[in-house]
């Protein structure tokens, strides 16, 4: 039987490297397209000698030509240092490349998967968020480009659907860490991490009231890999995936410290604009549509994420 061929954009970042391998498991063909902008060659080096991976540098805001069967977007700086970092660039990512990966899918017609994100809420106004919350975002602000780009993307893949009867499936992802996040990402879990194994001071924004739900990269894979193989194409989402358990970002703080022993002081430093102030998923309609919901506690997944660190920091 001739195997499945996938395009991953944004493959050799955080979780798209997790899913090509994923899907590499799953007996896959995978096509990984980067262009390197936060993604890192050796978060895919280990797939290197299979045949059935390649990698494509390639920026998805121009048009791409390859025959595939189904495409991940996930193509898109998530840290908010590194969106804000070339904001204009952001939004071609977000809606440029949308358009181009959604031209793709159209001509050879193809399922595509687009990342959303927990952003597309903004700064909530309803708690837990559901699917059907609209949203509180600032089109002006500093995360603008990210969260509006995002939202133009979820535009532009339901009016492909419309329009060109694509199959789509849009997940909300909500805060995920793991292995493989970047050291200089500078997302909460890597920075406390770090700070930690390097007893260094642990920068809370804020009071470190504010809250996240995090979910271990492994369930949320699992999660996007259901959706997209296990229900049928009316089912388009949007679709929130993450783990409900929300945690003040102090209390991450101060786990942090207490896993690893560590002589860390928490110092206090200013809250970024418009910085979501509560954030936690409502996933009734992954665990009603397809049987889904985060196996791996904070607790769990911190030790996992922290040994990754930990050996990659003793590598340097
Ligand atoms: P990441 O920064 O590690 O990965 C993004 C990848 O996209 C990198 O490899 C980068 O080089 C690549 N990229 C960026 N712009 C590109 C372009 N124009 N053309 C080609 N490649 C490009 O981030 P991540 O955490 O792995 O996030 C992956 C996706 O999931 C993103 O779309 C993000 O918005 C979404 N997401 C992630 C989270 C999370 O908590 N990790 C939450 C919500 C949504
Ligand atoms: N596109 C692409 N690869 C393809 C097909 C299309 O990158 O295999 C790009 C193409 O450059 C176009 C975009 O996708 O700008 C949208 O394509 P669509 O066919 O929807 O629109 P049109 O070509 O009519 O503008
Ligand atoms: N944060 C923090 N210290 C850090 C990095 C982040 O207190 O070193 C806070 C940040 O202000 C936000 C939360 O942690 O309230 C999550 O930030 P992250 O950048 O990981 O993701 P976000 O959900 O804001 O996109």
């Not at 397209?33 to 390649?54: A, Q, S």
């Not at 977000?94 to 959303?116: C, D, E, P, W, Y």
């Not at 890999?225 to 679709?239: H, I």
Request: with cysteine; hydrophobic share 35%.
């Amino acid at each position: 039987m001739k195997k499945k061929r996938v395009l991953v954009t944004g493959g050799s970042g955080f979780l798209g490297s997790h899913i090509c391998e994923h899907l590499l498991g799953k007996g896959r063909e995978v096509i990984c397209v980067d262009n390197f902008y936060t993604g890192r060659k050796e978060n895919i080096i280990h797939l290197l000698d299979n045949p059935y991976f390649e990698i494509i540098r390639h920026d998805i805001t121009f048009p791409l030509y390859v025959e595939v069967d189904e495409i991940y977007n996930l193509a898109c700086p998530a840290s908010p240092i590194h969106y804000q970092h070339d904001p204009v660039q952001t939004t071609k990512t977000t809606v440029h490349g949308a358009i181009n990966m959604l031209g793709l899918a159209k001509r050879v017609n193809a399922k595509i998967f687009q990342a959303s994100t927990s952003e597309v809420y903004g700064n909530p106004a309803i708690h837990p968020q559901t699917e059907d919350y609209w949203g509180n975002v600032n089109p002006i602000g500093l995360r603008a480009c990210y969260d509006e780009g995002k939202r133009c993307a979820e535009t532009l893949f339901f009016d492909y659907n419309r329009q060109h009867s694509l199959a789509i499936k849009v997940g909300r992802i909500f805060n995920t860490y793991g292995p493989r996040m970047a050291m200089d990402d500078g997302r909460v879990v890597s920075n406390f991490i770090i700070q930690a194994l390097r007893d260094e001071d642990i920068t809370v924004y804020g009071k470190g009231n504010q809250t996240r739900s995090f979910c271990y990269v492994d369930d949320l894979v699992d999660g996007i890999v259901r959706f997209v193989d296990n229900t049928d194409d009316d089912f388009t989402g949007p679709v929130n995936l993450g783990n409900p358990d929300e945690f003040t970002i102090l209390e991450l703080a101060q786990s942090v410290i207490e896993l690893i022993g560590s002589k860390s002081k928490i110092i206090f430093n200013p809250l970024p604009s418009d910085d979501p102030m509560r954030r936690k998923p409502d996933i009734s309609l992954a665990k009603k549509t397809f049987d889904w919901e985060p196996q791996i506690s904070l607790q769990t997944g911190l030790v996992k994420t922290v040994e990754y660190f930990d050996n990659y920091l003793k590598s340097l």
